[in-house]
T-cell receptor, first 111, second 117 residues
Framework: EDKVVQSPLSLVVHEGDTVTLNCSYE??????LLWYKQEKKAPTFLFML????IEKKSGRLSSILDKKELFSILNITATQTGDSAIYLC???????????FGKGTLLTVNP | GAVVSQHPSWVICKSGTSVKIECRSL??????MFWYRQFPKQSLMLMAT?????????EQGVEKDKFLINHASLTLSTLTVTSAHPEDSSFYIC?????????????FGPGTRLTVT
């Protein structure tokens, strides 16, 4: 059974701090790893990673994948209160488009 | 990015009644749509995968006779919760992929919050 484990489950920081969110996975026939941000509604897409060692960056967010060690990290620098959300990691494997989600990391950024 | 809409955004129904949730891809043809359920403080759990014109594939533990999925067109999929019970109260989210989307990207609808009293 495919498995995605995120850590920590929750994190409280102050504005301006840098955070690192972790995602490890076990999946057959790995295709890609995706990060999503979920506020009060449905998740919004952040990154899709398919190759090891290539950092993807969008503003203050960046992510990298290690396919040998089966994990990915999501970094957020200079955090803002608007970064407060649940960050979900999902892995696609197998022969279809099915995603397996981790439980998410609840990030709270205090002013 | 591609846009997926859901209707209704929230619904309250009485135990024993049926509720239909619509999921529409507004600017792409969703050859594949997914239905997820999310309980409070839990992650998204895939319920079923539907390909346009085919029967849905349900995940283990999801009752196909209770959660009826129809994907009759490339822009519309529906989930009907039949004989709803309070334990079916949850946040239901659909996502779609296909058409001209970058391979394997899924775009999520805004979700439907179902409360069964």
């Amino acid at each position: 059974e495919d498995k995605v484990v995120q850590s920590p489950l929750s994190l409280v920081v102050h504005e301006g701090d840098t955070v690192t969110l972790n995602c490890s996975y076990e999946v057959t026939n790995f295709r890609s790893l995706l990060w999503y941000k979920q506020e009060k509604k449905a998740p919004t897409f952040l990154f899709m990673l398919t190759s090891s060692g290539i950092e993807k960056k969008s503003g203050r967010l960046s992510s990298i994948l290690d396919k040998k060690e089966l994990f990915s990290i999501l970094n957020i620098t200079a955090t803002q209160t608007g970064d407060s959300a649940i960050y979900l990691c999902a892995v696609r494997g197998g022969s279809n488009y099915k995603l397996t989600f981790g439980k998410g990391t609840l990030l709270t950024v205090n002013p | 990015g591609a846009v997926v809409s859901q209707h209704p955004s929230w619904v309250i129904c009485k135990s024993g009644t049926s509720v239909k949730i619509e999921c529409r891809s507004l600017d792409f043809q969703a050859t594949t749509m997914f239905w997820y359920r999310q309980f409070p403080k839990q992650s998204l759990m895939l319920m079923a995968t539907s390909n346009e014109g085919s029967k849905a594939t349900y995940e283990q533990g999801v009752e196909k006779d209770k959660f009826l999925i129809n994907h009759a067109s490339l822009t519309l999929s529906t989930l009907t919760v039949t004989s709803a019970h309070p334990e079916d109260s949850s946040f239901y989210i659909c996502s779609g992929t296909g058409g001209q989307l970058i391979s394997y990207e899924q775009y999520f609808g805004p979700g439907t919050r179902l409360t069964v009293t």
